[in-house]
């Protein structure tokens, strides 16, 4: 049986231009990046034009030379973070469906003293601007608010936040905003980080390597860093750069320009899909998490009488690569945080997520429909 894979919000395929600039560049620029010499040069080519290629990503005011390449998304919302709170104090606005690489990051910063402010989300999804103006005003009393940092697309269920009328809203209050643009780069326009401070991408979301993803400041802003050691990345991520993973971002990113265009045309064929499995079980049918606007590949459904987990294992022996949570919550036996800060528990523990990609065809999609039938029809419930 052939694996239908729709998971592509948890890693998405590398792409094959990407493989093979990456073996190229294991074979000829493996170099130490830092080195002066020659091969060093070459090798830090891959690195430069990674640097370049996130930049033209991002779109303006973004600039190449203002890139800091990381381990990926976790190490840059990190980054992010300890950055703005690198000195005593301050206020943090965020809120419970962010990917756990800000959650945990708060929470922790929570721990040494910084005010941690958490806006619920509408149960659509969203973040309403008008609650992060209202907790901005209100934290001022208390603390000077430094940050607001928002996901342009959640993981899990893709809601499209607002994130340039909450820009707005932070800078006339005179706090920053950083955008988690993780699942909207390479999927969305530019649009979706529009007033930005700060942005986080990583590689492996949009066909790179994993391993590696950037921290991307506006112009101006002089991070600090959080390890300490050479001058690579400015001194900001010190550590010999890995210009192979370098080289495939490049090509990813290079390609990902062109991605939102690719990703409208599977719109159709999520709608198919999410069509197909609303009519699946007419007696409990599925209900819908997350409300439009909703990235153009991702559908999250509460199944009545399931459990996520169990349905992901029996769609798993079918050959049908979905999953029940973040793929970064995955393994725990706790519901999904993001569905549970915006629908509650019982229907958290339902869910399953289910996302699909540029090269997601309507035969994987009618096929995982039949496959899906099977399962459900099985199950005496
Ligand atoms: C919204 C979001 N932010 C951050 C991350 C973390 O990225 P990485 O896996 O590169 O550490 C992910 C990964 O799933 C994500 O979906």
Request: hydrophobic residues 50%; aromatic residues 4%.
């Amino acid at each position: 049986m052939t694996p239908i894979y729709l998971d592509w919000n948890a890693t998405t395929p590398p792409h094959p231009e990407v493989l093979a600039a990456m073996l190229r560049a294991h074979e000829h620029g493996w170099a130490n990046p830092a080195s002066v010499h020659g091969p060093g040069r070459k090798a830090r080519a891959h690195v430069d034009r990674a640097r370049e290629a996130v930049a033209a990503l991002a779109g303006a005011p973004f600039e190449a030379r203002d890139v800091v390449l990381t381990s990926g998304g976790t190490e840059a919302n990190n980054l992010a973070l300890a950055h703005v709170f690198a000195t005593p104090g301050g206020a943090l606005l965020t809120s419970r469906i962010e990917h756990p690489s800000i959650v945990r990051a708060a929470e922790a910063l929570a721990d040494r003293g910084v005010v941690v402010v958490w806006v619920a989300p509408e149960p659509s999804g969203r973040i309403a601007p008008e609650a992060v103006a209202e907790a901005i005003d209100r934290t001022a009393k208390v603390a000077e608010v430094r940050l607001v940092t928002l996901q342009a697309v959640n993981h899990e269920t893709g809601v499209i936040q607002p994130v340039a009328e909450i820009a707005a809203i932070a800078h006339a209050r005179g706090a920053r905003l950083h955008v988690d643009a993780v699942q909207a780069m390479g999927r969305l326009d530019p649009e979706a980080w529009r007033g930005a401070d700060l942005l986080a991408v990583a590689a492996h979301k949009l066909r790179g390597p994993k391993g590696i993803g950037a921290l991307v400041p506006r112009p101006g802003i002089a991070l600090r860093p959080l390890l300490f050691g050479g001058a690579q990345e400015r001194g900001l991520r010190p550590g010999t750069q890995d210009a192979a993973a370098a080289a495939g971002f490049a090509v990813a990113a290079e390609r990902a320009v062109d991605g939102p265009r690719r990703y409208a045309a599977v719109a159709h064929l999520r709608d198919r899909l999410e069509g197909g499995l609303l009519r699946l079980a007419p007696a409990s049918p599925p209900i819908r998490n997350g409300e439009a606007p909703r990235a153009p590949h991702v559908i999250n459904l509460s199944w009545p009488g399931w459990r996520g987990a169990e349905l992901c294992a029996a769609l798993d022996l079918e050959g049908v690569a979905v999953s029940s949570g973040s793929a970064c919550a995955a393994g725990t036996a706790e519901p999904s945080p993001v569905l549970c800060a915006m629908v509650g528990e019982a229907r958290a523990a339902s869910a399953v997520r289910v996302t699909l990609g540029e090269d997601t065809t309507a035969a994987d999609v009618d096929d995982a429909l039949a496959r899906w039938a099977r399962v459900v029809a099985r199950a005496v419930r």
